[in-house]
């Protein structure tokens, strides 16, 4: 406990492990530790049934599964990066969130949700310029969701899928012979 910068979560953990052995009580922990009877049990429990090491770390979150797919993202972006409602200056949360519910099945999308949506893909309604598509009609639409629909598909060895990205970088091999390298030089 006393090399280094710990996480307090962690501390806590090597202090509540600490106290066990020293015979306190559960409730005594909690008082000197300043967390509830249920960390001490499940803290002790990960001692006992699985290691120091599982007892100390953090369990993984499972947190909530995501609101919108990829093609209801998509969906989402295409408004956004249009010419806002008529009588409305620019697009807002609530007016994403009302265009979108009209497109996708969803009962309702919170303004939280499109705003976590719209941040992963660096689009800031309150700007007044940003990357978009210039023209969004159907034949674009429908080219988008063929895209978005070969990417949600399983993998098949047969029938793998090559992505290429917009970097300026040429996947060849030597395009020249190499210069072989002098005594005490270095390959080139």
Same mark, same amino acid.
């Given at each position: 406990?006393?090399?280094?910068?710990?996480?307090?979560?962690?501390? &806590?953990?090597?202090?509540?492990?600490? !106290?066990?052995? /020293?015979?306190?009580?559960?409730? /005594?922990? !909690?008082?000197?530790?300043?967390?509830?009877?249920?960390?001490?049990?499940?803290? &002790? &429990?990960?001692?006992?049934?699985?290691? $120091?090491? !599982? !007892?100390?770390?953090?369990?993984?979150? =499972?947190?909530?599964?995501?609101?919108?797919?990829?093609?209801?993202?998509?969906?989402? *972006? /295409? =408004?956004?990066?249009?010419? %806002?409602?008529?009588?409305? /200056?620019?697009?807002?949360?609530?007016?994403?969130?009302?265009?979108? *519910?009209?497109?996708?099945?969803?009962?309702?999308?919170?303004?939280?949700?499109?705003?976590?949506?719209?941040?992963?893909?660096?689009?800031?309604?309150?700007?007044?310029?940003?990357?978009?598509?210039? &023209?969004?009609?159907?034949?674009?639409?429908?080219?988008?969701?063929? $895209?978005?629909?070969?990417?949600?598909?399983?993998?098949?060895?047969?029938?793998?899928?090559?992505?290429?990205?917009?970097?300026?970088?040429?996947?060849?091999?030597?395009?020249?012979? =190499?210069?072989?390298?002098? %005594?005490?030089?270095?390959?080139?």
């Amino acid at each position: 406990m006393s090399r280094g910068k710990q996480p307090v979560r962690r501390l &806590k953990r090597m202090q509540i492990l600490l !106290a066990a052995d /020293a015979g306190v009580s559960d409730e /005594a922990i !909690a008082g000197a530790v300043q967390t509830s009877g249920s960390t001490i049990y499940r803290t &002790k &429990k990960r001692f006992v049934e699985i290691s $120091l090491e !599982a !007892a100390l770390s953090e369990e993984p979150r =499972p947190g909530a599964d995501r609101k919108l797919s990829g093609k209801q993202e998509a969906q989402l *972006v /295409a =408004p956004a990066c249009s010419d %806002p409602p008529r009588g409305c /200056a620019r697009w807002t949360l609530k007016l994403l969130a009302n265009a979108l *519910v009209e497109v996708i099945e969803h009962p309702s999308v919170s303004r939280e949700t499109i705003r976590r949506r719209l941040d992963d893909n660096d689009l800031m309604l309150w700007q007044q310029k940003m990357w978009c598509i210039a &023209k969004i009609d159907g034949e674009y639409v429908a080219r988008m969701e063929n $895209l978005l629909d070969l990417y949600a598909e399983p993998d098949h060895p047969r029938r793998p899928v090559v992505c290429f990205d917009e970097s300026p970088i040429q996947l060849i091999g030597e395009v020249r012979v =190499p210069i072989m390298q002098k %005594p005490g030089k270095r390959y080139r």
